[in-house]
């Protein structure tokens, strides 16, 4: 046990890098908390992103984390985890979300064994299976194995933390939960940044066919004709440019609907500080960020069923609709304009303060105060 504990002990002196994995790098993470995470434990440590592709919309401004571009198409080259599992020597921490493959697991019980913290984070939408069959079963035996090595495992969403040890059959105890924590700016008045917001709607979020923008642009083309005064702001960097294409044509002569393109920082904030409602029409999503991101700047949500809202939900500052169902959203965001209430938005605020803040919880994160 000695031996072991010098060894540790050595290899930390060693370890100066957190390394980051994910398959794509787009300059929106930085808003989010892997980006968040990143830029914290710059203050400390070299910072490493290592990405099966870079998409990038503008200039890359984080100096103190290198972007690391591995030309591949997945995750399944033994080169692609010989490299890591080198790169785990001189590293401190790692951040990754989980993936179903065999050397990543083997990434967890190496890092394990010389001390490398593994924050493992699982999208909301993960559900592990437990399927009478040998490949599931071998599938879900080194996903509790790695769980098992892993230093934090971040849930983000309530249900998942209370289904994988019920459907690990075993206790995951020593782990903290994670929600989506984001904050960069300080709202300093909420009362009044709630009492000077304008007749404004917002989306945020990548321009793709899969988040139903143009359901929203169509609610709020029939809200306006009897609601007039409001605008509509899409904020997001363009993924798919025939559906953007598609996007503009639908919004042709109408000049309170607008493109703002990607942004950052507080020109980003600027528009969730003066917006009344926030609108995330998806087809699909995790827990997303950009929720709790409109909850602190008082902004009411809508957002569809598959967004995952569990406890955010509420019924009336924070509503959910039906996805692709056009009526569903007309109804939700015509109830929502009119029954809009400062001191809800306020209590919305509050919500965030009290639970989901970065800085409250990025110690319970890395484990050691800085």
Known sequence: MELVEFFHKRINEMNKKVLIIHYEYKNSYCQKNLGLFARHMSKYYDVEFLTLKVRSYVPYDEKNIKIIEYKSNNYSSIYFWVVILLKLITTRYVWCYYFEKKYH???FIVAKLIGVRVVVSLDSFWKPMNI????????NWLF???LNCSYRILYQSDELYELLPRQLKTKLTKYTVSYSEIFQPKADNIH?????KDNLIIFSGCISPIKNIHL??????QLKLQNAGWKLKIIGDIEDESYYDLLINMCKRDESISFTGFKTGNEYYHYFRRAKIFVLPSISEGQPNVIVEAMYWGCSVIATKQSNLGEFFDGRSIVQVDPENQFDLNDKLFKMIHYYDNNISIQLHNRVLE???FEKNINKIIGEPH
Do not use: H
Not at 192 to 196: E, L
Not at 216 to 221: E, F, G, N, R, T
């Open 105 to 107: 697991s083997l990434m």
């Open 132 to 139: 009478d069959n040998s490949k599931e079963k071998l599938k």
């Open 144 to 146: 509790e194995k790695a």
């Open 192 to 196: 009044r940044i709630v009492k000077n």
């Open 216 to 221: 929203l642009i169509c609610s709020y083309k």
């Open 355 to 357: 639970k989901y803040l």
